[in-house]
């Protein structure tokens, strides 16, 4: 296992480096330059351009240039933004980062979840109206067009409803005197929900391993103890008004990109589904006398997880790069929104640094589906 | 007579296609005694695995059994309620599958997928009790017990069918039913689980019913036979019977078809013709278009089931031969 880790994580290095030079060299390849946009005004001079230039480096020919990234990035310094020059790209990407991955994992997850449930359960009690209406539901959620879809999400909850802010991260006019940073109340959400969701998964994991009668009452406590303690703590604290701000402005694009995953999620466990209830194995269950709620979750539903894993795996992978459509129409300042921007006015550093950032993303998501697969299927097995 | 352990009355069961109706099984009736080897034998397509579907109550949802009763003991099983028939699987009639091959769930290991059926139906059994069970089924069928933690990809051909043997075992059932067990494997194998089957059948004193197109293999196993053409039973008799002495020409016809290695040189007799449509059965004797002996009767009526003496019965207007005299 560890020598394979090892030589895999070799490939993903390779993988990288050739992943920064083809995106070099696209972004470069565009015409113009940040020296152009920032020069526009006809009074500059055309020497103060050329200055200009010289002074980010963008007068040396671009192989150089692209050698002195490299050099520059494998030492651990990512650069600084032009358009927001001096500041660091590490900073950005930090601030921004955390954004995404919460905006995208939580979606995935949920997701997948409810994805895989439904999906299931639609396999087994198949024909009549419900099997219509969901099979119809699940197309048209994963064949909509995200922006217009999204579009309508606004529009219904944050229009007409007027339930949910339209989009940003956060209401400026209720921060004029907040305490602290909006981003240290962000990552403050993110530790809190992370330890709640630990407990609530190791009560459950637990509550499997102790009599049925002591079952109930695990897990209902590992669902109510961190729930309290997240009111606690944000109530002791004094930021749950600003916490509740930017958990407000979540729930939109969450709820967005969840139905959008859903529907993939769901049409593919039920096909999934419905291949493995053909198997020799299922008909064995069955005559096996186990009832059919245990024939369904422990001999098809586990077979048929494997290819609903890659997806989520997957999906994982093209969140940031998928999120640039999602992010641009709710406001949401992540990577992709940052990725797109900096795209547009050739701040080659910022788009690089969050280029890189989708790879090493996909790299890690298609190790970390390697390595589910070893544990969801005995036959996979690295050497 | 004793009274016998599992006894199928009148079963007639239907599939619902797009095509229409299909006679998949009409008006079958057999039983079966403690201890007793029941062979069934007939061509692909002819309703036996649909019998034995029937009587586990496994059969898929386009399915219908539109009259009989089957009893196990005083259970009659067609009408006994789900969660009373998941008691009976397994717990008093359990299966060899026909793809015994992929009858093992490839994800769990191959001793967790007995001990789940132990735990299921003797309930107050420890794990370590579970496995000690594992072992002596393992010793009986002919594998290593250190196996049971390996998964079903790790082990042969001949293996996984042990172990699925081990596995229909596992619960002491009254009944077990073997559907064409063997088929996928090469002749050795075959002939060394044939035989380990038929030691374990005696030495535990089992009843079962084998499933099988192969009539040599079903020689090989059963103390009786039924010979099933067109989801009718067309002869039922034990085995040395029904092999020298065959009443229906049905049944004469496969024995014909039968090479031999032993004795004179002969051709070998084919039936001629295909297994009737069951979309639509032929009237009267479903096997009249293919009978050498069918005359008018044949085509309009339907020959009943009935019994030439010593447990010999037939359905047919000519029978090859009477010579038990009672009829």
Redesign the interface.
């Given at each position: 296992m560890w020598r394979f880790l090892g030589r895999r994580f070799v490939q993903m290095l390779i993988t990288l480096l050739l992943f920064q030079a083809v995106t070099y060299f696209l972004i470069d390849a565009q015409p113009g330059d940040i020296a152009d946009l920032l020069t526009l005004d006809p009074n500059i001079p055309p020497a103060e351009r050329e200055r200009l230039r010289a002074q980010l480096g963008l007068d040396r020919p671009p192989a150089e240039r692209f050698i002195t990234y490299i050099g520059n990035f494998y030492r651990g310094n990512l650069g600084v933004s032009f358009q927001e020059y001096p500041r660091p790209v590490i900073d950005i990407i930090k601030e921004r980062l955390p954004r995404t991955v919460v905006l995208f994992l939580t979606a995935s997850i949920l997701s997948f979840w409810t994805g895989f449930v439904t999906g299931k359960i639609l396999a087994w009690r198949r024909g009549g109206w419900i099997e219509y209406a969901s099979t119809i539901t699940g197309v048209t959620l994963y064949t909509v067009f995200t922006p217009w879809f999204a579009l309508m999400m606004i529009w219904l909850f944050a229009v007409a409803l007027n339930w949910l802010p339209a989009g940003k991260f956060l209401d400026p006019l209720k921060w004029l005197d907040a305490p602290i940073s909006a981003n240290a109340v962000f990552a403050r959400m993110i530790w809190s929900s992370f330890f709640a969701l630990v407990i609530v998964f190791v009560g459950f994991w637990f509550s499997n391993r102790v009599p049925r009668r002591q079952r109930l009452v695990l897990r209902a406590a590992s669902l109510l103890v961190p729930l309290v303690g997240m009111l606690l703590y944000w109530r002791l604290s004094g930021l749950g008004f600003y916490a509740w701000d930017i958990a407000r402005h979540l729930i939109l694009p969450v709820l967005t990109v969840t139905l959008i995953a859903y529907g993939g999620t769901m049409l593919l466990t039920r096909t999934s589904m419905l291949e493995t209830l053909r198997e020799d194995y299922v008909l064995t269950a069955r005559a096996k006398g186990l009832p059919d709620k245990v024939v369904r979750d422990k001999h098809v539903a586990r077979n048929a997880l494997l290819p609903v894993w890659t997806g989520l795996v997957f999906s994982l992978g093209n969140s940031v790069s998928g999120g640039i459509i999602t992010e641009t129409i709710f406001s949401w300042p992540g990577i992709g929104l940052t990725l797109l921007n900096s795209a547009l006015v050739a701040d080659i550093p910022v788009a690089m640094g969050t280029l890189t950032v989708v790879g090493v993303m996909t790299l890690i998501s298609h190790l970390i589906a390697d390595i589910g697969y070893a544990f969801l299927d005995p036959r996979i097995r690295y050497h | 007579m004793t009274k016998p352990l599992l006894s199928v009355e009148n079963l007639t069961m239907h599939y619902t296609t797009r095509g229409g109706e299909v006679a998949a099984v009409d008006d079958v009736s057999f039983s079966l005694h403690e201890g007793e080897a029941l062979g069934l034998v007939g061509e692909s397509g002819c309703g036996k695995t649909s019998v034995a579907m029937s009587i586990?109550r496994?059969l898929p949802d386009n399915a219908r059994i539109l009259g009989g009763q089957i009893w196990l003991g005083d259970l009659e099983l067609l009408s006994l309620p789900e969660?009373e028939?998941?008691?009976?699987?397994?717990?008093r009639i359990?299966?060899i599958?026909?793809?015994a091959m992929?009858?093992?769930?490839?994800?769990y290991r191959v001793g967790d997928q007995i001990i789940?059926?132990l735990e299921?139906?003797w309930g107050d059994i420890s794990r370590q009790q579970a496995r000690e069970r594992v072992a002596e089924l393992y010793q009986l069928v002919g594998l290593d017990p250190a196996l049971m933690d390996r998964?079903p990809?790790e082990y042969s051909g001949g293996m996984r069918q042990r172990a699925v043997i081990a596995?229909a075992l596992a619960c002491n059932p009254d009944v077990i039913i073997a559907d064409e067990p063997t088929t996928a494997l090469d002749v050795i194998v075959q002939d060394r689980i044939l035989k380990r089957l038929t030691e374990i059948q005696k030495k535990i004193g089992m009843a079962m019913i084998y499933i099988s197109h192969d009539i040599a293999v079903i020689a090989e196993v059963s103390h009786r036979v039924g010979v099933m053409y067109a989801g009718k039973l067309v002869e039922l008799a034990n085995t040395v019977n029904i092999f020298e002495r065959p009443l229906h020409p049905y049944t004469a016809g496969l024995m014909a078809s039968i090479p031999s290695i032993h004795g004179e040189k002969r051709d070998l007799v084919t039936l001629g013709g295909e297994p009737p449509n069951l979309l639509h059965p032929p009237s009267g004797c479903r096997f009249h278009p293919r009978c050498a002996r069918a005359t008018g009767i044949c085509i309009e009526q339907e020959p009943p089931f009935q019994d030439y003496g010593n447990g010999h019965y037939a359905a047919c207007w000519h029978p090859m031969e009477v010579d038990y005299g009672s009829h």
């Open positions: - | 586990l496994l969660p028939m998941q008691k009976v699987r397994w717990g359990s299966m599958f026909q793809a992929n009858s093992l769930n490839p994800v789940e059926a299921l139906h998964y990809h596995m």
